[in-house]
């Protein structure tokens, strides 16, 4: 069974720092696609960050969050991470990882996502 369980979400003021953890179990961690999604209130939810493996890592943002916001891996620990730091009002909402064990195309649409965590929520302060 596949578990992706997030943490690290909380209250910062604006131009501050968390770190969002994403624990996966029951997958082949090291490889496929791993992503990060946020969906704010009375919002669609919209991509933010992925890894993906192909004979090497690659990494893919939104250009909103380009600069401020990186994503990581510890495959010792099977867990990928989210580096927030500059973090503004409109970063506020739910912080989603998402997993798949294959090589995602388009991985900015979250339907081609086997596998979601239940999200953890950050709100940034004004």
């Known amino acids: 069974q596949v578990q992706l369980v997030e943490s690290g979400g909380g209250l910062v003021p604006a131009g501050g720092s968390l770190r969002l953890s994403c624990l996966v179990s029951g997958l082949t961690f090291s490889k496929g696609t791993m992503g990060w999604f946020r969906q704010a209130p009375g919002k669609e939810r919209e991509f933010v960050a992925a890894s993906r493996w192909n004979h090497g890592y690659s990494e893919h943002y939104a250009d909103s969050v380009k600069g401020r916001l990186t994503i990581s891996r510890d495959n010792a620990k099977n867990t990928i991470y989210l580096q927030m730091n500059s973090l503004e009002p409109d970063d506020t909402a739910d912080y989603y990882c998402?997993?798949?064990?294959?090589?995602?195309?388009?991985?900015?649409?979250?339907?081609?996502?086997?596998?979601w965590g239940q999200g953890t929520q950050v709100i940034v302060s004004s």
């Open positions: 998402a997993a798949d064990p294959s090589y995602v195309v388009n991985y900015f649409d979250s339907k081609n996502y086997d596998y």
